[in-house]
T-cell receptor, first 114, second 113 residues
Framework: NAGVTQTPKFQVLKTGQSMTLQCAQD?????MYWYRQDPGMGLRLIYY???????DKGEVPNGYNVSRLNKREFSLRLESAAPSQTSVYFC?????????????FGDGTRLSIL | QQPVQSPQAVILREGEDAVINCSSS?????VHWYRQKHGEAPIFLMI?????EQKGHDKISASFNEKKQQSSLYLTASQLSYSGTYFC??????????????FGKGTLLTVNP
């Protein structure tokens, strides 16, 4: 049971480089989410996709883009990485965009930007 | 706007009880609780929905007071395995294309032998 798989697990970038974080789920979920987690800040929503073919901005979308490639995959792209984007990134999914369903999280991608 | 969790941190001895609170400035429809151990993914604990539902499993339970726009997580007879950071996530609607959770900053719970 893979659940939500994120790749890579670790990455170091230089300022200005670009990078795509990959997320795939095998639970046939419709809704997918990207969060960043910084010390003392909790989980902050970057972008989400309520269903295949739709994407929307969350609380902190600046500097990021997303693609819902298909029902399984939701990628997050940093076009020109900045040190402020050093963080742990979590992808999550849930069956649908209803309030009574839990989110399932991947193991995270630890990203450092020098 | 992020919900406010209190306390920020709590240290317990095994067997002691703890309460973690989550308050919002907005009217809430649902509250989700997650636990995260260091270096791991958040794990779902429970969901509370508008209507005063109280959910729980084992010795962890929670309540939801819609009028006060807050939820509390109760951990009784704590075990070492309860250590971690607890997050509440609040939702202001029942669902739909704009549905999303807003998470608090977390409460670090440490249970010592």
């Amino acid at each position: 049971n893979a659940g939500v798989t994120q790749t890579p697990k670790f990455q170091v970038l230089k300022t200005g480089q670009s990078m795509t974080l990959q997320c795939a789920q095998d639970m046939n979920h419709n809704s997918m989410y990207w969060y960043r987690q910084d010390p003392g800040m909790g989980l902050r929503l970057i972008y989400y996709s309520a269903s295949e073919g739709t994407t929307d901005k969350g609380e902190v979308p600046n500097g990021y883009n997303v693609s819902r490639l298909n029902k399984r995959e939701f990628s997050l792209r940093l076009e020109s990485a900045a040190p402020s984007q050093t963080s742990v990134y979590f992808c999550a999914s849930k069956p649908d965009s209803y309030s009574n369903q839990p989110q399932h999280f991947g193991d995270g991608t630890r990203l450092s930007i020098l | 706007q992020q919900p406010v969790q209190s306390p920020q941190a709590v240290i317990l001895r095994e067997g002691e009880d703890a309460v973690i609170n989550c308050s919002s400035s907005k009217a809430l429809y649902s509250v989700h609780w997650y636990r995260q151990k260091h270096g791991e993914a958040p794990i779902f604990l429970m969901i509370l929905l508008k209507g005063g539902e109280q959910k729980g499993h084992d010795k962890i339970s929670a309540s939801f007071n819609e009028k006060k726009q807050q939820s509390s997580l109760y951990l009784t007879a704590s075990q070492l395995s309860y250590s971690g950071t607890y997050f509440c996530g609040t939702g202001t609607g029942s669902g739909g294309s704009n549905y999303k959770l807003t998470f608090g900053k977390g409460t670090l719970l440490t249970v010592n032998p």
